[in-house]
Structure formats: structure tokens, C-alpha cells
């Protein structure tokens, strides 16, 4: 017989942003963002390790591209 476990439900909340520049005939874009800003502890329903390893916790992303 199988076994449904029913894990109770999150949300994560991101915040992104990014501003777009022109300097020395160089485009330049620079980059932040925030991924899971209240930490919420959460399991991939989907995954074989699903009950050893939470999904990633807060992370910040800061990072420039440029093109020339």
C-alpha cells in the first residue's frame, strides 16, 4: 500500500532589481537580488531527498555585466 505524507503549504517572497547604463561606448547593466528574504524553510515535494534537505535559504545575488 502507499503512504501520502501532506506537508503543509509555503511561499517565498524575491526582490529583484536591476539599472541598465551606457559609459565609453561600453553598455553596462548592474544587478541585485534577494531570493527567499523571510528565510522560510521549505521541502521540494518532488525530490527523492525530500525529507533530508530543505530548499535554499536567504541568498543575495550583487553582479555587473558589461558589453563591448
Do not use: Q
Amino acid at each position: 500500500p502507499y503512504t501520502t505524507l501532506f506537508r503543509s503549504a509555503y511561499n517565498t517572497v524575491s526582490l529583484g532589481s536591476e539599472y541598465i547604463g551606457y559609459l565609453d561606448n561600453t553598455d553596462y547593466t548592474l544587478y541585485a537580488k534577494i531570493n527567499n528574504i523571510f528565510d522560510v524553510k521549505g521541502k521540494d515535494s518532488t525530490s527523492y531527498i525530500k525529507d533530508e534537505m530543505y530548499l535554499p535559504g536567504r541568498n543575495i545575488i550583487l553582479g555587473a555585466t558589461l558589453t563591448f
